[in-house]
C-alpha cells in the first residue's frame, strides 16, 4: 500500500509539474524568447522524470522533483513574523559570505540535483537578491528553473538586464495583498516599490510572479477575483499563496484550520478555471489529499545557508549536509527516513504547516 501511495505520488507531482509548464509555455508564446526557453524546459522535464523513475528502479531512491534553497542569512526588511528570522537565517550583520556556502559550492549542488532528475529550486533567504554572485552562479545550471522569493525593493535596471538573459531565474515577488497589509507587514513604501519592480519587469516582458502570504484574516480578499484582476495588470503570470506559519506567539489565529485549508483549495480550483492565463499554486496545500506532508525528501526538502539538509524551512533541523555528502546521500538523512517511519508527515494537525506544529518531535529526532 505504501509503495502504491508513492507512485500515485511521483505520477501527481509529475502530471503537475507538465500542466505548469504547458501553461507557462502558452502563456509566453508571443515572446519568442521566453517561448523558446519554455519549450526547452518542457522537453526536459519529461526527460527528468524517466530519469526520477530510474533512479527509483536502479537506486530505490525516491527523488523529489524540487527544492527550496536559502542561499543568503541577510535581509533588507524586518517583515512582522518573518519564519526565517524567528529560526535564525535571517540576520543583520555582514557574516552572511561566511555563514553561506560559496557560489561554487551552490552550483555544484543544484548541478547534481539536475543530473538526478530535479528541476525546480525555490530560491528563498534572507533576500535572495543580495546574493547575485550566487544568482550568477547558479544560473549556469541550465537544466533548472529558479523561481527566486524577493521582497522585489531591489529590482532596478540593471537587474533587469541581468535577468534578461539568465531566463531560469523567474522573480516572485512577495507582498501581503493591499498596499496598506504589505506595509504594515514589510515596512513603509515597499509596495510601491514592489509595483515599480513589476512595472520594470513588465516592461521588458519577463516571466515573473507573486507570493501572497495568506491569513485566516486575508483569505477571501487576496483569492478574490478583484485582486486576481489587479496582479494581472500588474503582468504577474503566477501567483504562490504560501499558507502563515505562526512563528510568533499570539499570531495563533492566523494560521489555517483543516476547514480553511478546504476552503483554499475550493477557491484555487475557481480561479483556476476563470484565470487561464495565470498559474496558482498554493503551500503547504491539502497535504491529506497527497497522503500527508510533502517534506523530508517526499516531495522536497530544504537545504539551509550552510548546506543543511532540513526536511522543510518550517523545521530547521538536520543530521546532514548537501555540500559535504550531496543530494543523493543526503536525501538517505536517517532524519528525514524517522520522520517518514514515525509517520511524522500524516500527523493529526489542526491545519497549515504538519512539522511546525510537531517540531518538538522532530528535534528530538536528531541525532
Aim: proline fraction near 4%; hydrophobic fraction near 35%; include cysteine.
Amino acid at each position: 500500500m505504501e509503495e502504491k501511495e508513492k507512485l500515485d505520488l511521483a505520477d501527481y507531482m509529475s502530471g503537475s509539474i507538465h500542466n505548469i509548464m504547458a501553461k507557462a509555455y502558452k502563456n509566453v508564446l508571443s515572446n519568442p524568447r521566453e517561448a523558446k526557453f519554455a519549450f526547452h524546459m518542457q522537453q526536459l522535464f519529461s526527460k527528468s522524470e524517466k530519469l526520477r523513475k530510474k533512479v527509483k528502479e536502479q537506486e530505490g531512491l525516491d527523488v523529489p522533483p524540487f527544492l527550496i534553497s536559502s542561499i543568503s542569512t541577510t535581509c533588507n526588511l524586518h517583515c512582522k513574523g518573518c519564519y526565517a528570522r524567528s529560526n535564525g537565517i535571517a540576520e543583520d550583520d555582514e557574516t552572511d559570505r561566511k555563514r553561506t556556502l560559496t557560489p561554487e559550492q551552490w552550483r555544484n549542488i543544484f548541478t547534481e540535483a539536475a543530473s538526478m532528475g530535479i528541476n525546480f529550486s525555490l530560491l528563498a533567504g534572507g533576500e535572495p537578491m543580495m546574493r547575485r554572485d550566487i544568482l550568477e552562479a547558479v544560473s549556469d545550471v541550465k537544466d533548472m528553473i529558479f523561481p527566486i522569493f524577493t521582497n522585489g525593493t531591489l529590482i532596478g535596471p540593471a537587474y533587469i538586464e541581468f535577468l534578461r538573459s539568465r531566463l531560469n531565474l523567474i522573480p516572485i515577488i512577495s507582498i501581503e495583498g493591499t498596499a496598506m497589509g504589505t506595509d504594515k507587514r514589510r515596512g513603509q513604501g515597499v509596495f510601491r516599490r514592489a509595483m515599480q519592480s513589476m512595472e520594470l519587469l513588465k516592461q521588458e516582458d519577463l516571466f515573473f510572479g507573486t507570493s501572497i502570504t495568506v491569513t485566516t484574516e486575508n483569505l477571501q480578499m487576496v483569492t478574490s477575483r478583484d485582486f486576481i484582476d489587479q496582479l494581472r495588470s500588474y503582468g504577474c503570470k503566477i501567483v504562490f499563496f504560501i499558507e502563515y506559519v505562526p512563528t510568533e506567539p499570539g499570531t495563533e489565529h492566523l494560521a489555517f484550520t483543516d476547514e480553511h485549508v478546504q476552503q483554499m483549495e475550493e477557491l484555487l480550483e475557481e480561479r483556476r478555471r476563470d484565470y487561464a492565463d495565470i498559474i496558482f499554486l498554493s503551500f503547504p496545500g491539502d497535504e491529506k489529499a497527497l497522503g500527508g506532508c510533502l517534506a523530508s525528501g517526499r516531495g522536497f526538502f530544504h537545504i539551509g545557508p550552510d548546506g543543511s539538509a532540513e526536511p522543510c524551512p518550517f523545521s530547521p533541523f538536520s543530521d546532514s549536509n548537501v555540500a559535504g555528502m550531496g543530494v543523493r546521500k543526503a536525501l538517505q538523512s536517517l532524519l528525514f527516513r524517522k520522520i517518514r517511519a514515525a509517520r511524522a508527515l500524516g500527523w493529526e494537525h489542526t491545519g497549515g504547516c504538519t512539522l511546525f506544529e510537531h517540531r518538538e518531535e522532530i528535534e528530538k529526532m536528531v541525532i
